[in-house]
């Protein structure tokens, strides 16, 4: 999937998502009205639960489903899924309990507590997708850089974004132990999420330490859409060469 597609679906997406926060209260209340039914006691409650609930829920997740799929389809694209898949799966999953919050209470995106809670793995998978969705097969630009150094630094940085998704999504051993069938599986992750939090945190309890690692992650992303100078070329290409003068 190139780039000009990509925008599309992720903007697709990012409509029937906030169609669902923002457009379906407002069909259910001109719907209510419309209808009259709320002069009489319970008379909207199956119009609540079609369009409040099933509706509103089966848009916010085909949403949802439409950008992972896309990413992944834009990550393969580009020859990247084996490594930046996975990263990409757990920034996700992290990410969607806020998504859920957000679909049922859009107006919490404007307050600064909500916007201090989002969580960093949210914020990585934005920054990613943000650079996916630039044109990177154009160019002289390479996708995720062209030198081994800033390669290592967006890898190192984006699997310490995934740790921190997995370490700091409170009902990841919930929903483990539930899809998986295996309670147990939901107790260890309980017991260890705490221990995993302090080493991320170094310590010190405070997510100054994962701000700061993002900040380079962005950093990183941002140099890597640079023009970098091609490669040298191999010993065996240059012998070939050769070979043919």
Do not use: N
């Not at 209260?25 to 001109?30: K, V």
């Not at 919050?101 to 949210?122: E, G, M």
């Not at 630039?134 to 996708?143: N, S």
């Not at 309890?205 to 100078?229: C, D, K, N, R, T």
Request: proline share 5%; net charge positive.
């Amino acid at each position: 999937m190139f780039a000009g597609r990509y925008l599309w679906w992720m903007l697709m997406g990012i409509g029937i998502f906030l169609f669902a926060a923002l457009g379906l209260d407002h069909i259910t209340w001109l719907t209510i009205q419309l209808s009259g039914c709320g002069d009489m006691a319970d008379a909207c409650q199956p119009t609540l639960r079609l369009i409040s609930g099933m509706l509103k829920t089966a848009c916010v997740w085909t949403a949802i489903g439409v950008l992972f799929v896309a990413t992944l389809l834009r990550l393969h694209a580009l020859s990247l899924i084996w490594f930046w898949g996975p990263v990409v799966a757990v920034w996700f999953v992290a990410s969607t309990p806020i998504l859920l919050f957000l679909a049922a209470d859009a107006a919490a995106l404007t307050q600064p507590a909500t916007l201090a809670a989002l969580p960093v793995a949210f914020l990585f998978l934005a920054a990613f997708v943000a650079y996916l969705m630039l044109v990177l097969e154009e160019g002289e630009t390479l996708p995720l850089a062209a030198s081994v150094s800033l390669r290592l630094a967006l890898r190192l940085t984006a699997v310490y974004g995934a740790l921190a998704g997995a370490a700091f999504m409170s009902e990841l051993s919930r929903i483990a132990g539930t899809l998986l069938d295996m309670p147990a599986l939901a107790v260890v992750i309980a017991l260890a999420q705490p221990y995993l939090q302090a080493v991320l945190t170094l310590g010190t309890g405070s997510m100054a330490p994962a701000y700061a690692v993002l900040a380079v992650f962005i950093a990183a992303l941002a140099a890597s859409l640079l023009p970098h100078a091609a490669p040298p070329p191999s010993r065996s290409t240059l012998m070939l060469r050769r070979s043919r003068r």
